[in-house]
């Protein structure tokens, strides 16, 4: 009966109840869909870091804060037994979809084949070529770009690799490699020759090495990569370039190569033993990570290995910036929503109170207590704000579906190429009903005010007022 009571005395003034409802309404529909586009965001940041380094990364101690001055000092030790050993734990072998080497590496890359020799210092990564396009399958929450597949990169030819665009425009390799949109380098300014030149240079030691004479495809650029061995001396391979990879960092862009982990563990480690600098695992769900962290710490314990674990949240902490950066967005439009639907839904009800004055002590001369006027005005409020936030539920569908059927494209955070722009608002339950009982919430505490005001109302001033 009172719920009857509270809709009838919301459709008395329809248009005031409109326009505050609508003012819920716009509210709701805000939160909703920069919160669906925040959802998307999160997903497509957290997609792209799994794709390129997995869920969880296995190290030996020391190397996440101190590897990165001396890769190869870092290595670890017997990681194919380690891999078998984290491979075939019952707890973890159904989280695992890849578990995967790398080695990462530093150096110096030279373009000596053309007119214009070049030299750059590169950051380097091996990998096993069929694990990586395993892994760029990853797309667990359906925000990635389309997987298409590479074969630049083969696990039956190690001398083939792939280089950022900025490090094949530094080292002249626009033209050879087919990029577009890269200009060619500035005509350099004429330089004395020296009188003496030195007795051996850098492509005098490319020569020499073994590496640099198998190639096997001629029609492939090939640029040259030296680097010191974990012995301390000097090594040189030779990589046959099948393409080049935009990074989303400059910095990464115009220093990545990317390679066969055999030819990496041959020009870090030489003839010594070839060791990894991490073992990345990628699971099948997200919400596995945690478990099979705190198993992977417990295995290495039980084990006596000196290995530490890290997430991806860790190696890319860019991730949690955005992640923060994002979330202060959303608060700040939530407390702007917020006020609006406050001070619309207090002007509708202190109005509804004024008019109803004489209704209020007639009400009150008939028995009903203070506390029966208070339930009234504050159900109607609270009506206000479902009867909004419902509406501003479905107008934020309507743009999802709207926005998810144009086909725009965007370039997000840490991407290099554009993808689909989408609004992940149908699987966010938690984001839809927190912002409905948000809004509900903020209008029931809007009405308190008017309807204190009409509880404490006197019935005999109430009964006379005109």
């Not at 586009?37 to 997903?43: D, R």
């Not at 497509?44 to 869920?55: D, F, K, S, Y």
């Not at 909004?388 to 190429?417: D, Q």
């Not at 992940?424 to 209008?443: C, D, P, R």
Request: proline share 5%.
């Amino acid at each position: 009966m009172l719920l009857k009571i509270g809709f009838r005395n919301i459709l008395r003034n329809g248009r005031r109840s409109a326009v505050t409802g609508l003012a819920v309404a716009v509210g709701a529909t805000a939160l909703l869909v920069f919160g669906a586009f925040e959802t998307f965001i999160f997903a497509g940041l957290q997609t792209q870091a799994v794709q390129r380094a997995g869920h969880l990364t296995v190290f030996r101690d020391g190397y996440f804060l101190y590897g990165a001055g001396n890769p190869a000092a870092y290595g670890i030790d017997d990681y194919r037994q380690v891999m078998a050993a984290i491979g075939d734990d019952p707890v973890l072998k159904p989280m695992i979809s890849v578990i995967t080497p790398t080695l990462t590496l530093f150096g110096i890359a030279g373009n000596f084949e053309g007119e214009n020799d070049a030299a750059k210092t590169f950051f380097g990564v091996g990998v096993i070529p069929s694990d990586r396009e395993r892994m760029r399958q990853w797309n667990e929450f359906g925000a990635g770009q389309p997987y298409v597949k590479d074969t630049r990169l083969s696990d039956d030819d190690a001398t083939r690799g792939i280089i950022g665009v900025g490090l094949a425009r530094i080292l002249n390799l626009c033209q050879p490699l087919k990029i577009a949109d890269c200009p060619p380098p500035p005509k350099a300014k004429a330089t004395v020759e020296p009188k003496a030149p030195p007795a051996q240079d850098f492509s005098d030691l490319v020569k020499g090495d073994i590496a640099a004479a198998a190639n096997p495809d001629a029609r492939l650029p090939r640029i040259d990569l030296l680097a010191a061995t974990a012995g301390g001396a000097p090594n040189v391979v030779s990589l046959s370039l099948s393409g080049a990879e935009p990074q989303s960092v400059k910095e990464v862009d115009d220093n990545y190569v990317a390679m066969h982990l055999t030819l990496a563990q041959q020009l870090l480690y030489g003839r010594g033993e070839h060791k990894v600098t991490g073992i990345v695992l990628q699971l099948h769900r997200s919400e596995d990570m945690a478990a099979a962290r705190a198993r992977l710490q417990a295995l290495f314990k039980e084990k006596g290995l000196g290995l530490e674990v890290r997430d991806f949240t860790e190696l890319t902490p860019q991730y949690l910036q955005i992640l923060d950066f994002f979330r202060s967005i959303f608060l700040f439009i939530a407390v702007i929503m917020g006020v609006i639907v406050l001070f619309a839904v207090v002007n509708t009800m202190t109005m509804t109170v004024m008019e109803r004055t004489n209704e209020i002590g007639t009400t009150r001369a008939m028995g009903v207590r203070r506390a029966g006027i208070r339930r009234q005005f504050l159900l109607e409020g609270s009506l206000l704000g479902a009867i909004g936030a419902s509406f501003g539920v479905v107008l934020a569908a309507i743009i999802a579906v709207a926005v998810n059927g144009t086909g725009l494209t965007w370039t997000p955070p840490g991407n290099a190429n554009p993808v689909p722009l989408r609004l992940f608002l149908f699987n966010a339950h938690a984001l839809i009903l927190g912002t409905w009982l948000g809004l509900v919430l903020v209008a029931t505490i809007a009405a308190l005010i008017p309807a204190n005001r009409a509880a404490r109302l006197p019935v005999v001033d109430a009964l006379r007022h005109v």
